[in-house]
């Protein structure tokens, strides 16, 4: 698995859209990397007519976000450090 892009996130709640590669023939676009409000980070498909595009198994969910917050490398997508965004 690797990420392909991050980037500032659009919506408020979020810390970063991402996309990533997983294996040679599936990319997902325009994820979202969001914390909750028990402070953990969770991975969001991106929406299509008003819902989510994709849902995943948990494990998935957990390498996704761990690929995420790795290539954020402490810091939110706009630079700033996690903490404080």
């Not at 690797?2 to 599936?26: C, Q, S, T, W």
């Not at 028990?38 to 690929?67: D, I, V, Y």
């Not at 790795?70 to 450090?81: E, P």
């Amino acid at each position: 698995m690797k990420v392909i892009d991050i980037r500032p996130p659009v919506r408020m709640n979020d810390l970063a859209v991402f996309d990533v590669e997983i294996g040679h023939h599936l990319r997902l676009y325009n994820l979202s990397l969001r914390r909750t409000p028990n402070g953990r980070l969770r991975t969001l498909a991106p929406n299509a007519c008003g819902k989510h595009s994709a849902s995943f198994h948990p494990e998935l969910a957990e390498q996704l976000t761990k690929a995420a917050e790795a290539a954020m490398g402490g810091l939110a997508a706009n630079g700033k450090n996690r903490s404080a965004a």
